[in-house]
Structure formats: C-alpha cells, structure tokens
C-alpha cells in the first residue's frame, strides 16, 4: 500500500522558515518523482515544487528562490525548505508522487484535485 505521511507544518511570522517532510512507503522511492502542492481556503489546489528521480528540480515563480525540495533516497522522504515565508504562503501542503492516476505536475483535473489524493497535508500558517 502507497503511504505518503506529511509533517513539518506549523505557524510562524512572516520571514520564518519551516521545513516539510513527507515520509514513503509501499513504492519504490528512489525511482519515483515527488511533489508538494498546497492549497489555501477559497483556492485551487497548485503545484509548488517537484524533484525528478535524477535530481532536477521545478519550482513555481511564486516559490521560486525562496523554497527547495530535496529528497533523502536512504530514508525515502522528501522535504521542502520553506525560508523566508510570507502570508500567502499559507495554505495545506501536500506532498504527491507521480504514481497513477497523479500526473503529479498537473495540480487539478476536470473537475478535482489531487491535493490530499495521497495524504492528509500539513497546514502551514504565516503571520504578517
């Protein structure tokens, strides 16, 4: 069974950092490409950042230099670094693989999601 575990979340001030971890079981890690999305009240799910099984990384503009993903093949978890975070920043985060049915780069579909398809998130809450 494919078990994606997030934890990490929590609340800080505008400027804090967190870091999310997103532990695997039930597949093969290393040969897997992972993700997180996040998804904020009244907002479509979105996709943050991925690392690809050989290491490249993609990130949305929003994100962009301020996060990095990164993954642990020893410990099949995947993390994302959350530094100088900002209110909109605030969301559930989830954490995803590109096993079916997720394409894993597309956040949304017809008319869903696959935020939460693998786990349950963690909320990240940044203060201003």
């Known amino acids: 069974e494919v078990q994606l575990v997030e934890s990490g979340g929590g609340s800080v001030q505008a400027g804090g950092s967190l870091r999310l971890s997103c532990t695997t079981s039930?597949?093969?890690?290393?040969?897997?490409?992972m993700g997180w999305y996040r998804q904020a009240p009244g907002n479509e799910c979105e996709l943050v950042s991925t690392?690809?099984?050989?290491?490249?990384?993609y990130y949305a503009d929003s994100v962009k230099g301020r996060f990095t993903i990164s993954q642990d093949n020893a410990k099949n978890t995947a993390y994302l670094q959350m530094n100088s975070l900002k209110p909109e920043d605030t969301a559930v985060y989830y954490c995803?693989?590109?096993?079916?049915?997720?394409?894993?780069?597309?956040?949304?579909?017809?008319?869903?999601?696959?935020?939460?398809?693998w786990g349950q998130g963690t909320q990240v809450t940044v203060s201003s």
């Open positions: 690392i690809n099984s050989d290491g490249s990384t």
């Open positions: 995803a693989t590109d096993l079916p049915p997720v394409p894993l780069r597309d956040a949304t579909y017809g008319g869903g999601s696959w935020c939460g398809y």
């Open positions: 039930g597949f093969t890690f290393d040969d897997s490409d």
